[in-house]
């Protein structure tokens, strides 16, 4: 019974896959998409009004065979949506570290979800001689608690992606 609901819990999981990765001299574009359903009861805040958000997690490392892997830098990207009671549309935002990267509007909940499952690509900097880096991927949903005080994420596992050397 258990690991028929472990299985029922990973097959509605949402598949997350780096889509694009392109190194540059000192800059790394990547771009992120979730494949599959999002958690049932965040779509379910998401059309009734409340403000919901995805926050893709980065975290580039050295990768360095003597020694353990070197964090190099750790980014966020939040993409905010919210429906307006009167008017019915989405306004989405999507913040990179702190920062406006981008804002807009979607007329509908299908256009609302493409846009926050499939966001924006990041630019990240990484220094210009290195060894190779290890990219590591992930997507968070909400925060449940166990007992009311230990938190615990929703979302995906994290995603290992070796970063191709700059041409």
Do not use: C, N
């Not at 990765?21 to 979730?34: D, I, K």
């Not at 925060?143 to 005080?149: D, F």
């Amino acid at each position: 019974m258990i690991v028929a609901v472990i299985l029922l819990a990973a097959a509605v999981a949402p598949d997350l896959r780096v889509t694009k990765l392109a190194p540059a001299p000192g800059r790394l574009v990547a771009q992120v998409t979730l494949r599959g359903e999002a958690p049932a009861e965040w779509t379910e805040a998401l059309s009734g009004g409340a403000k919901v958000s995805v926050t893709y997690r980065f975290r580039l490392y050295r990768s360095r065979s003597w020694l353990w892997d070197q964090r190099m830098g750790a980014h966020e990207l939040v993409v905010k949506a919210e429906r307006d009671p009167l008017t019915g549309t989405f306004a989405l935002t999507a913040e990179y570290d702190g920062e406006i990267l981008a804002s807009g509007q979607a007329g509908s909940l299908e256009e609302t979800l493409r846009r926050m499952l499939s966001p924006l690509p990041v630019d990240m900097s990484v220094p210009l001689k290195h060894e190779p880096l290890l990219l590591f991927v992930r997507a968070e949903f909400m925060t449940r608690y166990t007992l009311l005080v230990i938190p615990r994420a929703v979302g995906t596992g994290w995603v290992q992606i070796t970063v191709p050397e700059a041409p």
